[in-house]
Nanobody
Framework: QVQLVESGGGSVQAGGSLRLSCAAS????????MAWFRETPAKGREEVAA???????SYTDSVKGRFTISKDNAKNILYLQMNSLKPEDTAMYYCAAKTGSLCPAESQYFAAWGQGTQVTVSS
C-alpha cells in the first residue's frame, strides 16, 4: 500500500536550516504530484511547496526564496530544504501524494499522507 515516511525535523534557531525527507513506497512515485504541507493550531493546514511529475515546482509566498522542494525518482524520496528559518515556520510538516501529474493547493485532493515531522524554530 501507499506509504510516506517523513524525517529530518527538529529544533533550530532562527536563521538556521533543516532538510526534510519523505521516503515513498507502494506507488509509482515519478508519476505523482508530491507536496509538503504544514499545520499549526492557529493557521490550520497549508501547502508549503509542491512538485509536479515533470519537476515543475510551486511555493507559498511566505517561503519563496528560502525553501526548495526536490525529489529523487530513482530513490523515491521527496525533499524540502529549508533555509533562513523563522519562528513562524514552526509547525508539523507533512508529506502528501496525489495521483496525476498536476498539483493543487488544496489538501483534500491529496489521498496519501505521512505521519508528520515537527519543526520548531526559536527566536
Amino acid at each position: 500500500q501507499v506509504q510516506l515516511v517523513e524525517s529530518g525535523g527538529g529544533s533550530v534557531q532562527a536563521g538556521g536550516s533543516l532538510r526534510l525527507s519523505c521516503a515513498a513506497s507502494g506507488f509509482t512515485f515519478s508519476t505523482y504530484c508530491m507536496a509538503w504541507f504544514r499545520e499549526t493550531p492557529a493557521k490550520g493546514r497549508e501547502e508549503v511547496a509542491a512538485i509536479e511529475s515533470d519537476g515543475a515546482t510551486s511555493y507559498t509566498d511566505s517561503v519563496k526564496g528560502r525553501f526548495t522542494i526536490s525529489k529523487d525518482n530513482a530513490k523515491n524520496i521527496l525533499y524540502l530544504q529549508m533555509n533562513s528559518l523563522k519562528p513562524e515556520d514552526t509547525a508539523m510538516y507533512y508529506c502528501a501524494a496525489k495521483t496525476g501529474s498536476l498539483c493543487p493547493a488544496e489538501s483534500q485532493y491529496f489521498a496519501a499522507w505521512g505521519q508528520g515531522t515537527q519543526v520548531t524554530v526559536s527566536s
